[in-house]
T-cell receptor, first 115, second 112 residues
Framework: KQEVTQIPAALSVPEGENLVLNCSFTDSAIYNLQWFRQDPGKGLTSLLLIQSSQREQTSGRLNASLDKSSGRSTLYIAASQPGDSATYLCAVRSILTGGGNKLTFGTGTQLKVEL | DVKVTQSSRYLVKRTGEKVFLECVQDMDHENMFWYRQDPGLGLRLIYFSYDVKMKEKGDIPEGYSVSREKKERFSLILESASTNQTSMYLC???????????FGDGTRLSIL
């Protein structure tokens, strides 16, 4: 059974700092890994999708990496801003779970960027 | 941009009522999903559908049913609402293949 863990559960940084969020998963048989952002009381916004054959994906100040063999992904946020404050979730689409249709989510990292 | 629209942001119902949550997507996606999100438990899959009239149980289907009569619409039905179904409900859709999943804004449902 796939399990996804995100550490730390919460993180507070000053504005302008570069930061890394971590995601680990137990089963490396995956199609892809997706990073989401969730603002309080809202739905999830897709940030980046990394296919199992890829090492990294970039979008603006965000860079996500994937090391499938070790079961790890990182989300790097450059020059953090107060508007980046949110909960960040990673989700893994496993080959052997739910007929390959299901995402398994981590419990998220709550990020606060302070002025 | 993909748009997944959930019919209500907030909903208050009474125990025993039959409750319908509606979700519509505008990108002709084959796959649609219903999740619930609870503090400390994260997101849990209730049901998903990979085609019209097709459905598969997720991790917590008990007390719920779904309907997909048209490709763009996926409905979640609480047959007889109970207080333990108070939660945030999230709908999502995805095109077949290694494509990203897109979510709606959620419906916060309270059962009194």
């Amino acid at each position: 059974k796939q399990e996804v863990t995100q550490i730390p559960a919460a993180l507070s940084v000053p504005e302008g700092e570069n930061l890394v969020l971590n995601c680990s998963f137990t089963d490396s048989a995956i199609y892809n890994l997706q990073w989401f952002r969730q603002d309080p009381g809202k739905g999830l916004t897709s940030l980046l999708l990394i296919q199992s054959s890829q090492r990294e994906q970039t979008s603006g100040r965000l860079n996500a990496s994937l090391d499938k063999s070790s079961g790890r992904s990182t989300l790097y946020i450059a020059a953090s801003q107060p508007g980046d404050s949110a909960t960040y979730l990673c989700a893994v689409r496993s080959i052997l779970t739910g007929g390959g249709n299901k995402l398994t989510f981590g419990t998220g990292t709550q990020l606060k960027v302070e002025l | 941009d993909v748009k997944v629209t959930q019919s209500s942001r907030y909903l208050v119902k009474r125990t025993g009522e039959k409750v319908f949550l509606e979700c519509v997507q505008d990108m002709d996606h084959e796959n649609m999903f219903w999740y619930r999100q609870d503090p400390g438990l994260g997101l849990r899959l209730i049901y998903f559908s990979y085609d019209v009239k097709m459905k598969e149980k997720g991790d917590i289907p008990e007390g719920y049913s779904v309907s997909r009569e048209k490709k763009e619409r996926f409905s979640l039905i609480l047959e007889s609402a109970s207080t333990n179904q108070t939660s945030m409900y999230l709908c999502a859709s995805r095109r077949t293949g290694n494509q990203p999943q897109h979510f709606g804004d959620g419906t916060r449902l309270s059962i009194l």
